[in-house]
């Protein structure tokens, strides 16, 4: 029992550290689109202090093994996630204070994000395609079909979009104060993705977005061809 207690505390700040990389308040976000249909991804984010310091306030009281106060972020262990979450070519970088840096493939036929809808990539000569369609329904869908990892995650950053909710993004912020903090509250509220799409053909397209706005998207946007 107190095994399985110590392996769901691993997984839990393994999410919350994900969570730091998603509301630093600059993440990059870049994907390419192969030949083949398959999309290569570039993630980026600087993790931001008031999320880095809930994250040393939880380990110093909850961790029985751990004793170190420096926030260090398992790259194997996030490689291992990703692996078995479908993605391919998997790279993870970290420095202490600095960004933490993911590569990876999305392939064609082997994830759940192509059957979202959320990301849509077609090579044939006929009808080449290739963007990011955000949208209440492709959020949900991706949500639904997610594993618990992934859910993991989105349940804490709190993410009404993903489950059907409206709220207002002031009412978000205010949930986010309430359970996290007037600082990271702050911080959630000026964090930007600044999204990168590539086509096969060369062809760029640039676009940033709140990520408050994302976790209580309402309206669709699509970026692409």
Do not use: H
């Not at 989105?154 to 909710?165: N, T």
């Amino acid at each position: 029992m107190k095994k399985n207690r110590f392996f769901k505390f691993l997984f839990f700040t393994f999410s919350f550290l994900i969570c730091c990389s998603f509301s630093s308040c600059k993440v990059f976000l870049s994907l390419t689109q192969n030949q083949n249909g398959d999309v290569n991804v570039e993630f980026s984010g600087i993790p931001e202090e008031a999320f880095i310091n809930t994250i040393k306030s939880f380990l110093a009281t909850d961790s029985e093994s751990t004793t170190n106060k420096n926030l260090i972020i398992d790259t194997a262990q996030i490689k291992s996630f990703l692996i078995n979450s479908g993605f391919t070519n998997v790279e993870v970088s970290n420095q202490i204070g600095a960004n933490v840096d993911i590569k990876m493939t999305i392939p064609k036929d082997k994830t759940f994000i192509f059957d979202s809808k959320l990301v849509f990539s077609n090579n044939s000569e006929s009808n080449s395609s290739f963007g990011i369609e955000l949208s209440p329904a492709t959020l949900q869908t991706f949500y639904a079909n997610a594993d618990e990892q992934i859910i993991s995650i989105l349940d804490i950053l709190i993410s009404p979009a993903f489950y059907g909710e409206e709220i207002s993004e002031e009412e978000y912020i205010e949930t986010i104060a309430s359970l996290y903090g007037n600082d990271v509250a702050a911080e959630m509220n000026k964090s930007e993705i600044y999204i990168t799409l590539k086509n096969k053909s060369g062809k760029t397209l640039k676009k940033s977005l709140p990520l408050k706005t994302l976790l209580t998207l309402k309206q669709a946007i699509k970026i692409g061809w």
